[in-house]
């Protein structure tokens, strides 16, 4: 019997980590897409006429499916009746679709067509909705933002499937091994998509000196079709899998209702669930405005267009620095030996030193804001080899909510002192998006293999779904009220933007962030004081939270 199990690909360390590799590919490509518009909000304001209202309500959207039609509880029970494999094809054809119309929305072919019209004229008022103050939709918002929200949505609903089967096949892959040491790597590798499209969309936006918004979406829109095609490998591996061990795929096991129940009255899960959503929404959508906020706050002097680096050459090789840093600060990790492990740590920060010089040199918010996974890449690993063999997942919550509020006051009150000082602003948003980043790594180092432990291993993928539709909630609400908040705060520059004073381009840098960033700090506040209130129900009931996932 024992030699039967060895033989399975689970029990092959290569097979394990190379079916982690695909699914951390997809959800990488999936990052891409979710903040493609993020780094050429500027570029969406002086070409579509997209104030931060309607840049914020489009973002927001992404989650409003999920949120109010509950679409993430039924991919949760679809996702506990079909299966990982099921599921994982369905959410890479559901995001591929709803990308393609997002894509289409923001092309010149959709500016004066007859679906422009009809978006125009339609859907200003929805019942119910807009009573209630949650319309996705508003009079007088950009028919363009209106369709593309529409196609965001339905990327949404696949995008936010994902997570959950890609958790979901972690478990299955890695329980009772390195799952926490899985899942940070994972998530690692993915958030290098952030880095990725801060870099490579504004590239293709301005590509031969001719600005198109929508060259960007489809760069998006061929990665999802990668993501796709590394479901689909994932889909036989796993197969191949539950032939081997002769287990059943999950649908054998009926959804029942009261399966939600048994999870919703657990309040170990609920605090790790409002966790979430406090440490998601302080991130995701300030990332949806970490770039323009950049633009108000540092000085940037334009690059001479003959130069280098004003050149794509540049890009690329920026682009291939950042990999150098991800990859060895990555393989630092699992290195036999110390002179190879300090060897490679050397490299990383010596290719990290140089990419950010670079990104000086180019003088733009985009490539500056790029280096927030870098940190995280090398870090998440070491974070969940701890979790794995020592514990404390609560308390790393607890220390990456403190981490989380410096870096926002920060960005509010110390990063505008720089104004004007070209080289100082630069440091401090380096070092402070770098800390941002790895606060960011704790979280899927530490919560997100805690939920195994608070329920039933039948209905994990119920579990993962409520806690993505609670962190849902979040991320509909905060993009859309720092783009409201940022109008609201900034009426002057509004009211001359409206009467032609200052140019739309001139006015999408000349926000002031103060408030928005303010109210990102409070979310880490409430986060923090409820790390303190998990570890002392942990502590009290049992949970199991601070102790080791790999039990000796």
Known sequence: MVEKIQQTLRDSAAMRWTVLLLLAFAMFCSYIFMDILSPIKDLMQSTRGWDSTAFGTMQGSETFLNVFIFF????????????????????GVVMLVGATINWYAVTESFQGSGLDTWFTNNLNYIPGFDE??????????????????????????????????VSRG?????????????????????????????????????????????????????LLLVALIMFIVYFF????????????????????????GKIMSSMGFWLVAL????????????????????????????????????????TIIQYCIMLVVAAAAFASNFSKTKGMKYGLLALAVV??????????????????????????????????????????AASMLVIGSVLLIICHLTFAFILPMFQGNAIGGVVVAYVTILVLGASFSLVPASLWPSVPKLVDSKIIGSAYALI?????????????????????????????????????????ISYNYTAPLVMLACLGGAALILGFILKAVDKKKGLGLELPNIQK
């Open 72 to 91: 993430l509880i039924f991919a949760g029970i679809i996702l506990d009746k079909m299966g990982v494999r099921f599921t994982a094809i369905l959410s």
């Open 132 to 165: 209630l103050g949650i319309s996705p939709f508003y009079k007088g918002m950009p028919a363009s933002a209106k369709f593309a929200a529409v196609g965001f949505m339905i990327f949404g609903c696949g995008v936010e499937m994902a997570g959950i089967t």
């Open 170 to 222: 972690i478990v299955k892959w890695f329980k009772g091994r390195e799952m926490a040491l899985a899942m940070g790597s994972e998530m690692a590798l993915a958030r290098l998509g952030v880095a990725s499209c801060m870099i490579f969309s504004p590239v293709f936006a301005k590509l031969g000196g001719n600005i198109d918004v929508s060259r960007s979406v489809a760069f998006g829109v061929i």
């Open 237 to 260: 591996a796993d197969k191949k899998l539950d032939a081997q061990t002769g287990e059943a795929e999950e649908k054998d096991d009926p959804f029942k209702l009261s399966d939600l």
């Open 275 to 314: 966790l979430c959503v406090l440490y998601y929404s302080a991130i995701f959508p300030f990332q949806k405005y970490a770039v323009n906020m950049l633009q108000c706050n540092l000085t940037f002097n334009p690059v001479d267009p003959n130069s280098f680096w004003a050149t794509n050459t540049v």
């Open 351 to 392: 290719s990290l030193i140089i990419f950010c010089y670079m990104g000086y040199m180019r003088q733009s918010a985009e490539t500056i804001f790029a280096v927030f996974p870098l940190l995280a890449v090398g870090i998440t690993p070491i974070l969940g080899n701890y979790v794995d063999h020592k514990g404390k």
């Open 468 to 508: 993505f539709w609670v962190q849902n909630i979040g991320l509909w609400l905060f993009p859309l009220l720092i783009g409201k908040v940022l109008d609201k705060t900034n009426p002057q520059l509004v009211a001359d933007l409206k009467s032609g004073i200052i140019t739309p381009e001139e006015a999408a």
